[in-house]
């Protein structure tokens, strides 16, 4: 499923609801920090090994229920981040697929891979002031 | 491109600079929320009109110098935030066009549209706990 | 009450509880973005002029039950980020009275007050890489 | 130094600048965001035993540079984030001080000591949809 489709449900949502109203640039950007703070809340408590034990469940048909709630709730909070950075790209007229290829290729060009191997200083770099 | 393809790229990128084992769920919950703050910070001072404005710039061969620098921005910041809210998601073992798809259908049945429609109300309780 | 006295009483309830060894910088930091998020939520659907009539609704024998119900809870919100930030605080050996006051003068100094007047741009550099 | 005096500060720093028209809710909110992304920024690619050793530098005559000026931008970070919080509440009518201590007697009362020893599922709940 590629980004325009997952916009095209997203809109159909809203407007189904009337709520294109309510999808401004600074509503969405704060629903965006709530879905965000869910999913921080998720990984809060656990240590480095428990979080990543989420992953390593032993999938749907997998050991650890415990595991599997967390991912299954993991993977809700995702939805609802990703919905609402794509109504607030939107928002913003901003072409997602372009600007994430560009970005990526600015990174490529900005941290030659021979350099950058392995340093995780290289890597706080990554950031646009960076 | 759809998701997968992200993902991809993203896998790449990170392999080629030996970055995976920074990639762990605690780690990219953080950059995240990084990311998000420079998106916030992009419109903190702006009034709603002037946010709204960002999306109405003329496109690229738009009036609007500042407006088109200030979506231009915001398309780097939202390809930040979409990249380790992609890898996030990889570090869970979130499959995120599953994910996406069966979080919108149960919000579908949870509020349907001839109940919710126009309800900021309705809309507020679009939330995990709502 | 000072910010000392407040974190006394917050090292008073993590230990009545032994719940200190869950006061790591990491935890506290996803901690502090989830409460964060609970905040942001209160305002996400809110125009600015509903927003800012939630400080002027009268007091608490004020005439509109809304905007104390939401003063109320924002109030909740508040103590919340607050009490994750001063323990993130002490888990980081910072000083808070001495940092903050610090940075005011950092920032005074950065933005004298006969050059900043009145402008956001000034406002908007008042970041620690402005 | 007591939270009423930081934000006395705070209102003479804005005063003096005439920017106290900037300082809505909805704006605090998103700036209050940015903060706490430059904060999660310099913990991300930390260990956990990284981010405990911050604390332990053996102080400002301590022994590890690293440590010392991770601290120093931490202090620097707590204080835009709380001198932000700060002027979120007042910009909402909240009386800092007050809501927590209330904040505070209600948490304790909703997770009794003696039940609540030791346990990150009780912390979990120190929510406020808890």
């Given at each position: 499923?590629?980004?325009?489709?997952?916009?095209?449900?997203?809109?159909?949502?809203?407007?189904?609801?009337?709520?294109?109203?309510?999808?401004?640039?600074r509503n969405l950007?704060?629903?965006l920090?709530?879905?965000?703070?869910?999913?921080?809340e998720l990984l809060q408590w656990l240590t480095d090994e428990e979080a990543a034990a989420i992953a390593d469940d032993g999938g749907d048909d997998g050991a650890d229920p415990a595991a599997q709630r967390l991912r299954q709730r993991a993977g809700?909070?995702?939805s609802d981040v990703l919905a609402?950075?794509?109504?607030?790209?939107?928002s913003l007229g901003v072409d997602v697929e372009r600007a994430f290829t560009a970005k990526l290729a600015?990174?490529?060009?900005?941290?030659?891979?021979?350099l950058a191997r392995g340093s995780a200083a290289k890597y706080t770099d990554l950031r646009p002031e960076g």
């Open positions: 499923m590629d980004v325009a489709a997952m916009q095209r449900a997203l809109r159909e949502f809203s407007a189904e609801r009337e709520w294109q109203r309510f999808n401004t640039p950007a704060l629903a920090v709530g879905e965000v703070g869910e999913l921080a809700e909070e995702v609402y950075l794509l109504l607030l790209a939107e600015a990174n490529a060009e900005k941290y030659p891979a021979h």
